[in-house]
């Protein structure tokens, strides 16, 4: 579908796809969109400890922070760090594009930069790539599927993978066990594993994942609370299945972070809708699709 085409249509296409295998545990996957809609879009992403690199084809996205009064950012293709706070975007027309969902270590690998540098940040790629990056996405956008440009992104990462800077075993055993806890580890404990002082791991931390040990563990700790609620559990039920000390805690920091109160985040995600480029993959997507599948996902009233 041209962009022309696109425009003339309210139609919403959501693509998953999974890395090729050199890149599992790396790449979490590829989420190609499609929004043809003629009025806006808006959409609010709790922050879920993922990079996240967009490729537009078409349509700028404004994205910025839902709870700190930042000024937003305007871009085709951008980078959107690792975030201790919600994003909220929006576009005004149509967008196309394809975004890389990554861990931090592997951002630290394929960009060679500290990640505080892009942590708590959204960054026009146009700006820090310029001519290189219109080339390779003018190529995705003519490849003819989603499963070839998924293909195409794998040959590039792979190989910037391979080049990039290699990260710590003490700190990807630290990342680990945050997530393996849900981040229920104390820094302490943490640092005691890596045989590091509190503040060499936090300096380890902001160049390698571009948050802080604690700052993390909040955001995991908030991502499992949120799928203890998808699961049916009452928000008191859901602050003590994910650690916090009691709900007045647990609403505290849940209106830090998201900038509403448990009870208002019903209303205020579907006042500003889901399924956005910066949005993470489905819980269900872990890597087990074959190498080469692409699912549709959402293909919704799509007009000729």
């Known amino acids: ?91 005004a027309g149509p ?60 040959g590039v990462l792979t190989s910037r993978l391979l080049a990039g800077p290699q990260c710590s075993p003490e700190l990807t055993w630290a990342w680990r066990q945050l997530h393996r806890t849900a981040g229920r580890t104390s820094v302490r404990r943490l640092a005691a594993g890596t045989g590091w002082s509190d503040r060499q791991l936090e300096r380890r931390f902001l160049e390698q994942v571009g948050l802080p040990p604690k700052s993390l563990a909040q955001v995991l700790r908030l991502q499992a609370a949120l799928r203890y609620k998808a699961r049916g559990m009452t928000w008191a039920e859901v602050a003590a299945a994910a650690g916090y000390h009691d709900q007045p805690h647990f609403t505290r920091s849940f209106k830090a972070m998201i900038g509403c109160t448990p009870g208002r985040f019903p209303a205020t995600r579907a006042e500003a809708g889901r399924g956005g480029p910066l949005d993470s993959l489905p819980d269900q997507f872990t890597g087990e699709l074959p190498y080469g599948r692409a699912t549709v996902v959402s293909r919704l009233c799509k007009t000729p």
């Not at 879009?41 to 490729?55: C, H, I, M, T």
């Not at 196309?96 to 026009?124: E, F, I, K």
């Not at 700006?127 to 080339?135: K, P, T």
Request: charged share 15%; with cysteine; net charge positive.
């Open 1 to 91: 579908m041209s962009n022309g085409q696109l425009a003339a249509t309210h139609s919403k296409e959501l693509v998953w796809g999974s890395s090729g295998p050199a890149l599992r545990g790396h790449v979490l996957g590829y989420r190609g969109f499609m929004f043809g809609a003629r009025g806006p879009g808006r959409w609010l992403v709790a922050p879920d400890g993922v990079v996240k690199v967009v490729l537009g084809f078409s349509g700028p996205l404004i994205v910025g922070d839902a709870v700190r009064p930042t000024r937003p950012v305007t871009a085709i293709s951008l980078i959107s760090g690792v975030h201790a706070t919600a994003t909220v975007g929006e576009h």
């Open 95 to 154: 967008v196309h594009g394809v975004t890389v969902l990554l861990t931090p270590l592997a951002a630290y690998r394929l960009l060679a930069v500290p990640m505080a540098q892009l942590a708590c940040r959204n960054l026009d790629m146009a700006e820090l790539f310029g001519r290189r990056l219109r080339r390779f996405v003018g190529s995705l956008a003519e490849a003819p599927t989603w499963g070839s440009r998924f293909a195409l992104l794998d």
